[in-house]
């Protein structure tokens, strides 16, 4: 039975972890079939941290400060459409001024609005949900936030089934494959990338929001620490394929989940514990290594697309 | 590229309107950015000039410019060697640590020595450092074609780790129980430049690098080789070039480049490794070397210019109370600015 609870709470926490890193890949998963490599990834989920944080405390609830820490993430998922689209950017150069931006706004803000206390602030954050409470071993992994339900049974079945199963799923592969052809055929390419884009802001930026709204229930500097980055790595991991991207991030969850576990366990061990901080990032590049040859990038990925 | 790109069709673009670009460039920052100034209670005219003029008209704060531009002008070089190769290094801030950690470890092992001397070492050693941090990215991504911003950017958050470990275990200050390292030894400490200031020979070290970028960029076949590959690789390997081994000679100076702004910061400013270094100086790399159009005289300019924001960042700070953070966010705005500029010049050329 020890061990059967071991693996619940290690389960449960997995799904936990992995789900603001997934809410936020399956937004650059979207914005990379299209053929746009967002890498505003990591500020728009600091920024929707931020948000969603703010708007809670000031406001009292906690689904308002969702509500725009995901338009704050679809507001710049078109700052950065403009650019990447519009423009025709270079798309690593405008992500990374996004991702600067984005940060930039959210520590100002927060400096602003916080600066004076010595406590750091904090929100009573949204409650866990248990369906099958009476069962044991499942009330455990069943323990949890509404929106972690919402990420793996409804954001990411509907993704791959639009990605796949559905004529906007088709037009939006077809444009990160061959602008070109697509736009021949009728596809507006300009609208597709920019509805990509937004769509995908508005799920990095929710990502973050768990983060501070559900997970942490405060904002502090550290809240995102490169899971954006992650989330990219996690994009190539999965082939560009929602459930695949899902099965990378519970691999992420999980390692990152038994750190934790180690660490509470209060081990007297030989090595520092920013060993298992780290080491979901290495496992992280190791999946991507191995991942990394099939990985089949859309063709079009990085390329601006401009009408003759 | 299309950075490239723009940068070669630049010269077709009116020499009036070239020359009104920085100054469209400052308006418009200053325009989208009065708004947070505003909100901070602060008239947004009078924090640019305590942002803009004021570091500018004293003795301390101009060289407190110069300063701060010196791991600026050495991020926004490595970016530079790598991204004219067509190496996408977002990893210098990661880099930028490991020439930290190899400093500061040096600086306390290392004495009795003549500071000259010291110099010399705790420069290579910061060079190996960067480049090893670099190394096994840019051998993925030659090797096996794993994405290197990807595995770059997840190097960062690893030695951030790590080098909390170091400074939370073996390092921990025991009397004070801060985490920062031992203080690095007197002669390991770059030279005072002038009396009673903080710019170091660091400063002189990252112009020497700047001209000896530039000179390898105009003068010699390397440059040459590493633009034709940032170009198009296929072209480059039918002109008879080993794409392979450029990419990764660019990509490990760029690191070693990058482990240089570790030096100087641990050497020149700090005298001890301390978690936060760099206010992401490595990344703020990036946004220099853009503007400066990937030339290493240009992007030498534009890190004397950001050495100005970030100074003027902390005057506005002291005198209006607006959070420092306001130089960070005008420093994003004023690359996306930029970015739109480059293609205001583009259509220009087009419609001749």
């Known amino acids: ?308 | 590229m299309p950075l490239l790109k723009f940068r070669l069709e630049k010269t077709g673009a009116p020499l009036w309107f070239r020359g009104l670009i920085p100054v469209i460039t400052l308006v418009l920052t200053f325009i989208l950015t009065s708004g947070l100034i505003i909100w901070g209670k602060a008239n947004p005219f009078e924090a640019y000039y305590y942002f803009l003029i004021d570091p500018l008209s004293g003795r301390v704060s101009f060289l407190e410019v110069l300063v701060k531009s010196t791991p600026l002008i050495l991020t926004g070089i490595a970016v530079t060697v790598a991204f004219v190769s067509g190496y996408f290094n977002i990893g210098a801030e990661g880099q930028l640590y490991a020439g930290a950690l190899a400093s500061a470890y040096l600086g306390t092992v290392l004495g009795g020595i003549s500071t000259p001397l010291a110099i010399l070492l705790m420069l290579i050693s910061s060079f190996a450092a960067g480049l090893l941090w670099a190394l096994l990215p840019a051998l993925l991504r030659v090797y096996l074609n794993v994405d290197e911003v990807v595995t770059t950017l997840l190097f960062n958050s690893i030695i951030i780790f790590m080098i909390s470990a170091i400074l939370n275990g073996p390092w921990r200050d025991p009397q004070s129980g801060w985490p920062q390292s031992p203080e690095i030894a007197e002669v390991t400490r770059l030279p005072q430049l002038v009396a009673r200031s903080r710019l170091h020979f660091g400063f002189v070290l990252a112009l020497t690098v700047v001209a000896v970028v530039w000179f390898i960029q105009t003068k010699t076949s390397f440059g040459l080789k590493f633009r034709a590959v940032g170009l198009g690789k296929e072209g480059a390997r039918f002109a008879g070039i080993n794409v392979e081994r450029t990419i990764l000679i660019a990509a490990l100076i760029s690191g070693g480049i990058a482990g240089i702004a570790g030096y100087v910061e641990v050497a020149g400013i700090q005298y001890h490794l301390i978690g936060e270094l760099s206010p992401g100086y490595g990344y703020t790399g990036i946004i220099i070397a853009t503007m400066g159009g990937l030339n290493a005289l240009g992007v030498g300019a534009a890190a004397l210019f950001f050495g100005l924001v970030e100074t003027g960042a902390q005057t506005v700070s002291r005198a209006l109370g607006v959070p420092v953070y306001l130089g960070e966010v005008t420093q994003a705005t004023m690359l996306l600015v930029i970015l739109g500029m480059f293609l205001l010049q583009r259509y220009r050329i087009r419609r001749m």
């Open chain 1, 1 to 308: 039975m020890a061990v059967a609870m071991l693996i619940a709470t290690l389960t449960a926490a997995t799904l936990r972890v992995a789900t603001p890193i997934l809410l936020a890949a399956i937004g650059e998963t979207f914005n990379e079939r299209a053929g746009v490599l967002n890498l505003g990834i990591e500020g728009i989920m600091f920024l929707g941290a931020f948000v969603g944080f703010y708007v809670a405390d000031i406001t009292g609830s906690l689904w308002m400060g969702l509500l725009m820490a995901i338009i704050s993430g679809v507001l710049l998922g078109i700052l950065m459409a403009y650019f990447t689209v519009s423009l025709g950017v270079n798309q690593h150069v405008s992500g990374l001024g996004i991702t600067l931006l984005a940060s930039g706004l959210a520590l100002y803000a927060f400096r602003l609005n916080y600066g004076g206390r010595s406590t750091p602030p904090s929100i009573p954050p949204f409650e866990q949900i248990t369906p099958l409470a009476k069962i044991p071993v499942f009330n455990t992994i069943l323990n949890q936030y509404l929106l972690t339900y919402v990420t793996f049974f409804i954001i990411v079945p509907v993704s791959w089934w639009v990605m796949y199963r559905t004529s906007l799923g088709m037009k939006i592969r077809a444009v990160g494959e061959n602008p070109e052809a697509a736009d021949a055929a009728g596809i507006n390419v300009f609208w597709i990338r920019y509805g990509v884009l937004t769509f995908g802001g508005g799920l990095m930026a929710m990502g973050g929001a768990f983060l501070s709204l559900a997970q942490l229930g405060a904002f502090t500097h550290g809240i995102i620490a490169g899971r954006g980055w992650v989330a990219i790595a996690l994009v190539i991991f999965g082939n560009w394929n929602p459930f695949k991207v899902m099965l990378g991030s519970l691999i992420f969850g999980g390692t990152y989940a038994l750190q934790l576990r180690l660490q509470a366990m209060g081990l007297q061990l030989p090595i520092p514990y920013e060993t298992f901080l780290a080491l979901p990032y290495i496992v992280t590049i190791i999946a991507l290594v191995i991942a990394g040859r099939q990985a089949s990038y859309p063709a079009a990925l990085l390329k601006p697309y401009q009408r003759e």
